[in-house]
């Protein structure tokens, strides 16, 4: 049953990829982490976890919880029966520190210190141009991550970009999978990013054996909690 799952899902993200967004990657090494094209992440070990700032009041699966995770660490715990499933993560990168996300507001015609004008729809417009070259650029720095970990028999997929709310702000979600050539699903990553005029903020969640955070364990329990993902991300307390 479980096998049949995991083809169909990979039949599914197969129509769903664009022509041209498949690419199978050769060899096979130790990965290294992939690191978003942003720098300096915001961090103030004194501030506590930020998802209990910003989490809304969506709900979770039935006979699931969903809370900020005990600790500093950025990271929403995902759990069932008192056992942690998965868990999101979220990253915060500030404007000042982020040159290479500078140079992006200034190509799509934002300047610097610019006041975010979120009713403003040609900024709207402005700020997701930015956006999705900076996912564009995750993918590059995925894709060439993964060229030296995945044998022929993985094929690497891309989703679609599609412009979805996070919070108040108006984002970008984003995603990538592994496929086995045999069946079945390697990795699957799914990912938000918003920018509210100071700080950019990135939210993963991944199936992936090799992430030692912001993941599940199990695809199944990824496949279960993916529509709350995108309705958390839509109801967060941002900016």
């Known amino acids: 049953m ?3 799952y995991h083809l169909l899902l990979g039949s599914i993200l197969l129509v769903s990829i664009p022509v041209g967004a498949k690419f199978v990657l050769p060899q096979f090494s130790p990965r290294k982490a992939v690191k978003p094209p942003a720098v300096a992440k915001l961090a103030n070990p004194n501030e ?18 969903v809370a900020a995770c005990e600790g500093n660490a950025p990271l929403l715990c995902v759990s069932s029966k008192g056992k942690v499933l998965g868990t999101v993560e979220i990253n915060v990168y500030p404007l000042a520190s982020n040159e290479d996300f500078q140079k992006k507001l200034v190509a799509a015609g934002i300047p610097p210190g610019s006041q975010a004008d ?16 900076w996912a564009e650029d995750h993918y ?11 044998g022929k028999e993985i094929t690497f997929l891309t989703y679609p970009l599609q412009a ?9 979600r984003y995603g990538f999978a592994g496929l086995k050539e045999k069946g079945g699903v ?7 990013v918003a920018f509210d005029g100071s700080k950019l903020y990135v ?22 909690f993916q ?11 941002l900016p």
């Open 164 to 172: 979805v709310p996070i919070g108040k702000l108006q984002g970008i």
């Open 140 to 150: 590059a720095a995925f894709a060439k991550d993964r060229q030296g970990e995945y």
């Open 203 to 224: 939210i993963t969640t991944a199936f992936d054996p090799g992430s030692q955070t912001g993941k599940f364990d199990k695809l199944e329990n990824l496949a279960i």
């Open 48 to 65: 506590g976890n930020i998802w209990q700032k910003i989490l809304g009041n969506t709900a979770p699966p039935t006979n699931w919880q």
């Open 118 to 133: 979120y009713q403003n729809s040609k900024y709207q417009t402005q700020v997701l141009s930015v956006l999705k070259t």
């Open 186 to 192: 390697q990795e699957q990553h799914i990912g938000h």
């Open 227 to 237: 529509p709350y993902l995108y309705a958390i991300a839509a109801d967060l307390r």
């Open 2 to 4: 479980l096998r049949l």
